[in-house]
C-alpha cells in the first residue's frame, strides 16, 4: 500500500482549516445520529473525557472497542456530551480500512483531514500506515482501534484479536493507558444484512445506542517482555526466515518468536478485559 494523502492529515495542511472543518461536520453527524434519531446512554464516561483531557503530558492513549457496525466510529464519540466539541488536535487518530474509507480521493481526501490512518486488512502489523500510528503515539496522542479486526454483528464472546494494538503498546517508548469501550445497539443501527445483504443507505432510527466505558488496563510491559524472552526461547523457531525486524523493548531485543509470544500475551489480556466490560453491558 503507498502512501494516502498523508500530506491531508498534517495539522498545518492549510493552516489546520480542512481538519476542524471536516472534523466540526463529523461532530455534527455523529451527535444527531447518536442523540436526536437514537436514544444513546453512556456509563462511566468521566474516565474517558478526564483522560483526553487531562493525561500525564507525553502519554499516548489507546482506546480499544468491539467493533458492531461501519458508523461505529464516530457516532460512538456522538453519544458523550462535550467529548466532540473538544479542540480537533484533541480528537481521536483512528485506523481505519483502507477498502472502505479510501476508495477514492474524495473519500481519502476527507479521512485523511478527519485523522484517520488507513491500514490494509491482512496487510500485518509492519505494513507502512502501522508507522504512522505509531508516531502518533510518540506525540502522546490519542489513537482509537478495532483489535477485533473487521465487523462482527452477532450477540457473542469477544473473538481472538488481531495484534496490531498489541505491536504498538510494545513498540512505543511510553507505555500508553489502554481503556477498553464496548457499545451495543449499533448493529441494529446499521445492519449489514439490511436490505439483499447490504447496509441501509443511511443509518437507521429509534434504536437504543449504549456505550460502556471500562478502567484502564494494567501492563507490565518489562515483565511481560522478559516472560515472552524466556518462554520464546523454549519455542521450536519456524522453518522459514525470520520476516519481522527484530525490535527492541524494556532493554531486551525481542526475535520474531518472542515478539509473537508477547503479542499474543497482550492481546489476550485486551480480549479478557473487553469480553467482562461486554458482560458488564449486558446487564446495565
Partial sequence: MGRVMDWAARSDH?????????????????KAVANLCNKSSVHNAD??????????????LITVSNHMSTLDDPVMWGAFKGLLSLDPELARWV?????ICFRNPIFSYIFRTGKCIPITRGGGIYQEHMNEALQRLKDGSWLHTFPEGKVFQEDVPIRRLKWGTASLITRCPVTPIVLPIIHRGFEEMMPENYNNGRRPLVPLCNKDLKVVVGEPIEFDVPMMVETAVLASRHVTPPLQEAKWPVLTSAGQELDETAQRTL??????????SLETLRLLAKRL
Fill in 14 to 30: 492549510l493552516g489546520g482549516v480542512p481538519r476542524k472543518t471536516v472534523i466540526m461536520a463529523v461532530s455534527a453527524f455523529a
Fill in 47 to 60: 474516565t474517558l473525557m478526564n483522560l483526553v483531557r487531562s493525561r500525564p503530558p507525553g502519554v499516548p
Fill in 95 to 99: 485506523l481505519a480500512a483502507e477498502d
Fill in 263 to 272: 503479542y499474543i500475551a497482550l492481546s489476550e489480556k485486551i480480549q479478557s
